[in-house]
């Protein structure tokens, strides 16, 4: 199978003037789905007033069995769905190991989703937690031809990439939020997410067969079914 050619130029965040201009889509992302990340943070609230997630799980089982009811709502009316419903991951992961701590739990909660993996028990934290993935981590972006939906934005962090997306008076961008030796995976499956399909001159060989199977399975679809 053959894929088409085309070349993406890296930017220099110079260029942009990215400190004045720049719109990070994750904060729209936050808010546009509040409802969903308040019941999260409600939830991890909720699981950090008891040294034991057993003994959440008893004191608090009937408000846990309404939130699952709310987030499953949530979950319906969304397109695309959000990340998942965590309480279900909850009695999973106490029904394996009952004197899991609180934080363990929590824990395991953003292991099992880890679209969570940004979100506390406390609304400062997690504002803080954003701030730090709307930084960049490379002084280069790369410009993306279409608008980035929230199920870009979800699936990417979804996939836990390091990538992020921003837009700059009407143009749209993937920037990198945190270093690495190689970090091309993650932004190639960026722009499969955004424009379906990847410049050649982004993946430096890195075996994405390595990477989340969220990224191995999008990346095997587009190698296998692009022709010529």
């Known amino acids: 199978m053959t894929t088409p050619f085309f070349r993406m130029p890296a930017i220099h965040?110079?260029?942009?003037?990215?400190?004045?201009?720049?719109?990070?889509?994750?904060?729209?992302?936050?808010?546009?789905?509040?409802?969903?990340?308040d019941a999260i943070t409600e939830l991890?609230?909720?699981?950090?007033?008891?040294?034991?997630?057993?003994?959440?799980?008893?004191?608090?089982n009937d408000w846990l069995n309404e939130l699952s009811d709310d987030i499953d709502n949530m979950e319906r009316n969304e397109?695309?769905?959000?990340?998942?419903?965590?309480?279900?991951?909850?009695?999973?992961?106490?029904a394996d190991t009952p004197e899991l701590s609180s934080d363990a739990l929590i824990q395991g909660i953003k292991e099992a989703i880890p679209l969570l993996d940004f979100v506390e028990g406390d609304d400062e934290?997690?504002?803080?937690n954003i701030d730090k993935r709307c930084e960049l981590g490379y002084n280069t972006v790369y410009p993306i031809y279409c608008k980035p939906s929230d199920e870009a934005i979800s699936?990417?962090?979804?996939?836990?990439?390091?990538?992020?997306?921003?837009?700059?008076?009407?143009?749209?961008?993937?920037?990198?939020?945190?270093?690495?030796s190689d970090m091309s995976v993650d932004i190639g499956?960026?722009?499969?997410?955004?424009?379906?399909?990847i410049p050649n001159n982004i993946l430096s060989g890195m075996p994405y067969q390595e990477m989340n199977p969220m990224i191995t399975e999008a990346m095997n679809a587009y190698f296998n079914g692009v022709q010529l």
């Open 155 to 180: 699936s990417a962090l979804a996939a836990d990439t390091s990538i992020g997306f921003l837009e700059i008076e009407g143009s749209w961008f993937i920037y990198l939020h945190s270093s690495g």
């Open 189 to 197: 499956y960026g722009y499969l997410l955004v424009d379906d399909c």
């Open 44 to 60: 991890f609230t909720g699981i950090e007033d008891y040294a034991l997630g057993k003994e959440f799980l008893a004191a608090e």
């Open 13 to 37: 965040t110079d260029a942009l003037k990215i400190d004045e201009n720049a719109d990070y889509l994750l904060r729209q992302y936050f808010h546009n789905h509040s409802d969903y990340f």
């Open 79 to 94: 397109m695309p769905p959000l990340g998942g419903n965590p309480v279900p991951v909850i009695r999973r992961l106490l």
């Open 125 to 128: 934290k997690t504002l803080s």
